[in-house]
């Protein structure tokens, strides 16, 4: 972590504010990332920015998983933190037709630090998928032991960032799907191999639906970070209506990726943490056991 000063312990620690227009990042706009100032964790990219002539900058999208979000006590505001360190960032609004993403991140400048374009291309070259097919707990369990995966983060996509919690998806009326965000290093695996194991460990016919768990919120996803992801989901779509593998016709949504909100902490690893709970013992682990020995090449361990 990096040594703070007294004012960035007061903004970043204390969930204090810095002066409007006083930031050193108002009307900056050079192409590069802006980092967490106490972790350097990547919080958002210079295309993310805008001005919103508020006096703090602001941004219009985040890095995938980089910020959460939790109400303020008053009701009336949503507070925005690094997801790493839980530094205070500032607080999101929706609505305000700033942008055609309907949203903005108004952060301190002084939460933040600035790395050119250059050295991001050096240090960045990870990607990111995004997957929902079923309850979040089992497909996480599976990413998490694939050789290349950096990090597998449960959450909700599909819906806005007001109903992103358990309870409010649960009533399958928010528009978000339970899904994984997964970050990997493609000189390791694969986009097509992670598309593999996608297919593999879920009934992709079943619309709204994965065994019991019935809903939207179940529902077959792919959201896509690129117009390369896009072909190739299609691709692996395609091939799977060409071998004719499941009787039924493939159902599974492929969107472009828009907001990604990590789920509680709760969710985080729970199968390896409740293992022993009946939905554990008698959903997950026949479709864990079976991608172990499925995917044994992609594992992180093949010895397990």
């Known amino acids: 972590m990096k040594q703070l000063t007294e004012f960035e312990k007061y903004v ?14 108002v009307n900056h706009d050079t192409p590069g990332l802006y980092l967490c100032k106490k972790c350097l964790a990547p919080l958002y990219k210079s295309e993310h920015k805008f001005n919103a002539h508020c006096g703090w900058p602001a941004f219009d999208d985040e890095i995938p998983g980089a910020v959460d979000r939790t109400p303020d006590e008053d009701g009336h505001r949503i507070e925005i933190t690094c997801r790493k360190c839980d530094g205070h960032l500032g607080h ?11 949203i903005r991140h ?3 400048s002084v939460s933040m630090i600035f790395q050119t374009a250059d050295e991001l291309q050096k240090v960045n070259s990870n990607q990111f998928a995004t997957f929902g097919a079923g309850c979040f707990w089992c497909i996480e369990a ?5 050789k290349g995966v950096i990090e597998v983060t ?15 998806v649960c009533s399958g009326d928010t528009g978000h799907a339970e ?3 997964v970050e990997f290093d493609p000189s390791i695996i694969s986009y097509q191999s992670l598309l593999a194991v996608f297919f593999a460990i879920h009934n992709p016919t079943t ?19 690129s117009t390369e992801q896009v072909d190739q989901a299609t691709i692996a779509i395609s091939k799977l209506i060409q071998q004719a593998i499941w009787p039924k016709p493939i159902v599974t949504e492929v969107a472009m990726f828009e907001a990604f909100y990590p789920a509680e ?6 199968y390896a943490n409740n293992a022993e709970q009946p939905y554990c013992e008698l959903i997950i682990k026949p479709k864990f056991e079976m991608a172990m020995k499925r995917f044994e090449q992609l594992l992180k361990d093949t010895d397990k």
């Open 12 to 25: 970043i620690e204390q969930k204090g504010t810095e002066q409007p227009f006083s930031g050193e990042y």
């Open 142 to 146: 599976v990413f998490n032991e694939l």
């Open 154 to 168: 449960p959450g909700y996509s599909g819906g806005s960032g007001s109903d992103a919690n358990y309870m409010a």
């Open 92 to 102: 999101i609004f929706e609505g305000e037709m700033l942008t055609a993403k309907n």
């Open 179 to 181: 899904v994984i965000l």
């Open 106 to 108: 108004c952060v301190n």
């Open 265 to 270: 902490s709760v969710h985080e690893n729970y």
């Open 207 to 225: 619309l709204n639906q994965q065994g019991n768990d019935k809903g939207p919120q179940y529902r077959s996803v792919i959201f896509t970070h």
